[in-house]
C-alpha cells in the first residue's frame, strides 16, 4: 500500500502520470478531431466506427494479449481470422446448416491454434518463428484453396438473412457484435487478471523458469493460450465474413500489427508495463480513432499511415519519458 | 637465475570490488613471482574468481594497485592483458570447434603475406610448437572438436606460447581430465616454468595443489589470508586457513526425534553425471549433500526433483516407488525444490509477493478456477507474518525485496504447498547474515514439524552446524558419510577433494 502520510516524491509522480499518458493522449484526440471534423462526433460515425473497426481488431488485439502475457507472440492471427472465415463462407455455399458452419469456422481457427501450440511446446520452436512459419504457410493455404487469392462472395438473397443475424440484430438496443466484443472482454479479462490460469500465463509471461520450478504444467498452459487465442480470432473471422457477405483471402493479416500496436501501446497504462484487457482496448480505440479522423479530415490512406505512426511515437515517448532516464 | 626468480611477474595490491552490498573482494594482494607455479585457493565465494576477472581486464576493482611486469596499470583492458603477455586458460574450452589446430593456435595472430593469410607458415609453426613444448605430433589440420580435452587445453596453452606469453592462468584445469592426462599436464607445467615462465594454478583438488606448486595464496571472505609452501605445509594447514573457524551462535540447536523414512533413493545413475547413489532421508532429519563443482551434485538434485530423469535407480517416497519424470511430478509428491539460481528458478522478481508465494498451489487459493483474494490474504499474510517478510504489503513486488527476503518468498512458495521434502541448493547464498540466522531457524522448525531436509551446499560450516548427517559426492560417486559427531570442515573439505579418511578407510 502506498503510504500517505509521507508526500511522494515528484518522480514517483511522475511515473504515477505516465501511466495515464495514453488516456491523455486518447481525450486529446477525441477532442481534436471533434473540432477539426464537424462529422467525427456524430452519432453514425462512432456507430460505424466501432461496428467495422474497432469490434472485429479489438477481438484479435485482445487475443494477442493474451499471447503476449504469457511472454509469446502470435504473427498467425490473420491465418486463424481467415481460416475461419474461409471454412465458414464455403461451408455455408456447399449448403450446410448456419450452425454448423458457424462451429466449423471457430474449430478451423482452434487448429491453427493447435498446430502453434504444437510446434511451440513439442518441437520447442520459439512462439516469434512458430507462427510466423504458420503465416507464411496460411497464406499459401488460401491461395491455393481460393485459385490464386479469388474472393468468394455469397451476395445473393438467400444468405442476407443469416449475415444480418450476426452483425445487424440487436439485442436490447445494443448491436450484436459489441455485445460480443463486451463477453469476450469480460471472459479474457476474468481469465487473464482474476482466474487460476491468469496467474501461470502471467508467471510464464513473467519469469517461465520459476514456472516450471514450481510444479506448472508449462506445455499445456502454454498450449492452453495459442488455442484460446486462436479461436477467439475465429470470432472475429465469423464476424468479418458476415459484414462483407465474402470470404476475402489473406483479409485477416490486416489485424496482425494493429493488434500487436494496440496490446503494447495498452501496456503503458501498467506500472509495471504488463499487458491488460483494458489497456488493450484503449490502444484499439486510439488507433481506430486516430485513423477515423484523419480520414475525416481529409488525409488519404498513405499519410493516415504516417500519422499512426507519429501517435505510437508520441504516446510512447511521453509515457516512457516521464518515467524518467532510470528505467 | 635464484634471483630472477624472486623478482615479480605479477603484484596486485590492496585490491577491492563490490558488487551492491556484497563486498565480493576486499583489499585482496597477489603477487606471482617469475618462474614459480603459483596455486590459488578459497572455498566458494573466497573471491578467488573475482580476483582473476580483475587480472583478465573483465572487471575493474573499485580500489587497488596492478603491477605487470614491473609497469602500473591502471585500465586493464581484456586486449591489454594479453599484450603484456598474461594469458587464460578457462575451465570451458574456449576455442572454435570447427577451427583445426593451426587456426586455434594462431587466431587473431595469423602469420600474413601482405594481406593473405600465410596457411604453410601457420601449419609449420604450430607443428613446431605443438612438438617443441609437448612432444607432441598433432596433426595441424586436425578439428578442434576431434581432439580430447587435454589436447585442447595444450592447443590453448600452445596457442598463448605462441605468442610469448609470461604467464599462464590455469582455472581448474585438471576439472575434465583423467589422471593420465594431469600428470602430462603437469609435466608441461613443469618444463614451461623451468623455461622462465610463471603460471596460477586455481584448483579445488588439494592433492594436485601440493603437488605442482611451489607457492600457493590462500583466500578467504575476500581477502589474501596467507601465502604458503605447500611442501612445508601441507593440506591439512592450507584447509585450515580456507575456512572461517568462527561459527559462534550462527547454528542454532535443535532436538528432534528422527522418524521412518520419507525419502529413499536406490543405485540411482546418470551418465557422466553420477553413479550408483543410494541415501535415505527420514522425517525430521536434515541430511548434508556436498561435492565440488562438476561433482555430480547438481545433477543429483535435478533427478530428484525431475528436472533430469535418470539412467538407473529407483526413488521411492514413503516405501512407495514414484516416477519422477518433471517437476509437476515432483510437486505433486510435496517435494520442494529451493534452486541455486534464485533469479531464473526460485522467484519471478517482476511479480508480486502474494502471486509468488500462491505460484505453487494455486489450488488453495481458488474457488471454482477463480483465484480467492480472502484466501490469498489470509494464508499469504500469514506466511509473511510467520516468516517474517519485511514488506509494506503481499503485493509489492519481490523484485525490491532484499536478497534474505527473497529468499525466504522463495521458501514461502513451499510452505504454502505443505511439502513435505524439502530440497535446499545453496539456500543461503548471497543471503545477509541475519536472514541466514533466521532461514537456519525455519529449517530446523521444518524439521521439527515432521519434514525432511535435504541440504546442499559448498559452505561446509552451515553443512557442520545444521545437519544429522552430511553426504560427500566425489567425481560422481557418494564416496563419504559424515554423523553430526564425525564432521568438520576439514574432514568435509577433504573428502569432497578426494583424500582418503584415513581412519574411516583403515577400519573399513
Known sequence: ?327 | MPLDTQSAIIEMQGISKRFGPVRALEEASLTIHRGRIHGLVGANGAGKSTIIKVLAGILRPDAGTIRIDGQEVTRLTPALVEKLGVHFIHQDRLLVPTATVAEAIFLRHEPRIGPFLNLRAMRRRSAELLKHYFDLDLPADALVQDLTTAQQKIVQITRALAQEAKVLVLDEPTAALVKREVDSLFRVLRRLRDDGISVIFISHYMQEIEEICDEVTVMRNGTDVGVVDPRQSGIDEIVAMMINRDMGEMYPARSVAIGAPVLEVQGLSRDGSFRNVSLTLRAGEIVGLTGLLGSGVKELVQCLFGLDRPDAGRVAIDGQEVALGSPVQAVGRRIALLPEDRRAHGVAMGLSIADNIALASMQRYAKGGLVSAAKEAAIVDGLIRDLSIKTPHRHNLVRNLSGGNQQKVAIAKWLSCQSRIYVLDEPTVAVDVGAKVEIYNLMNRLAAEGAAILLMSSELEELVGMCDRTLVIYRGELIDEFTRAEADTDSLLAAASGAARKTARETA
Not at chain 1, 518522480?11 to 486529446?28: C, D, Q, T
Not at chain 1, 440487436?170 to 490460469?197: D, N, Q
Not at chain 1, 510444479?215 to 462483407?244: D, E, K, M, Q
Not at chain 1, 493488434?259 to 486510439?286: E, K, N
Request: hydrophobic content about 55%.
Open chain 1, 1 to 327: 500500500m502506498l503510504n500517505l502520510s509521507t508526500p511522494m516524491p515528484i518522480e514517483e509522480r511522475l511515473k504515477a502520470i505516465s501511466n495515464y499518458a495514453v488516456i491523455f493522449a486518447l481525450v486529446v484526440i477525441v477532442a481534436g478531431f471533434a473540432i477539426a471534423a464537424p462529422s467525427f462526433l456524430t452519432g453514425a460515425n462512432l456507430y460505424n466506427l466501432i461496428l467495422n473497426n474497432v469490434v472485429m481488431l479489438a477481438i484479435v488485439a485482445i487475443a494477442m494479449t493474451i499471447v503476449v502475457s504469457s511472454g509469446g507472440i502470435d504473427l498467425s492471427v490473420g491465418v486463424s481470422v481467415d481460416m475461419a472465415s474461409m471454412a465458414f463462407i464455403m461451408l455455408l455455399k456447399a449448403g450446410v446448416f448456419v450452425g454448423t458452419a458457424l462451429f466449423a469456422g471457430i474449430g478451423a481457427a482452434l487448429v491453427v491454434g493447435l498446430i502453434n501450440a504444437i510446434l511451440i511446446t513439442r518441437l520447442r520452436i520459439s512462439p516469434f518463428l512458430a507462427t510466423l512459419g504458420i503465416l507464411f504457410i496460411g497464406q499459401s493455404v488460401q491461395k491455393i484453396a481460393s485459385g490464386g487469392g479469388k474472393p468468394v462472395y455469397l451476395a445473393n438473397a438467400k444468405f442476407a438473412p443469416t449475415f444480418n443475424a450476426i452483425v445487424k440484430s440487436e439485442v436490447l438496443g445494443i448491436p450484436t457484435p459489441m455485445l460480443i466484443l463486451a463477453a469476450i472482454a469480460i471472459a479474457v479479462y476474468v481469465l487473464l487478471h482474476k482466474s487460476v490460469f491468469g496467474r501461470y500465463i502471467r508467471a510464464l509471461g513473467a519469469q517461465p523458469g520459476v514456472a516450471w520450478y514450481s510444479g506448472i504444467r508449462v506445455p499445456f498452459h502454454t498450449s492452453l493460450v495459442y488455442i484460446i487465442a486462436a479461436g477467439l480470432c475465429g470470432v472475429t473471422g465469423i464476424l468479418l465474413s458476415s459484414t462483407v457477405k465474402s470470404y476475402v483471402p489473406l483479409s485477416g493479416d490486416g489485424y496482425l500489427l494493429d493488434a500487436i500496436g494496440a496490446c503494447f501501446i495498452g501496456t503503458t497504462i501498467s506500472a509495471q508495463r504488463r499487458p491488460s484487457v483494458l489497456g488493450t482496448l484503449i490502444g484499439v480505440l486510439l488507433l481506430a480513432v486516430t485513423r477515423n479522423g484523419l480520414l475525416l479530415v481529409g488525409w488519404n490512406f498513405y499519410w493516415q499511415q504516417v500519422g499512426i505512426g507519429l501517435l505510437v511515437f508520441a504516446v510512447l515517448a511521453l509515457s516512457f519519458g516521464l518515467r524518467g532516464r532510470g528505467h
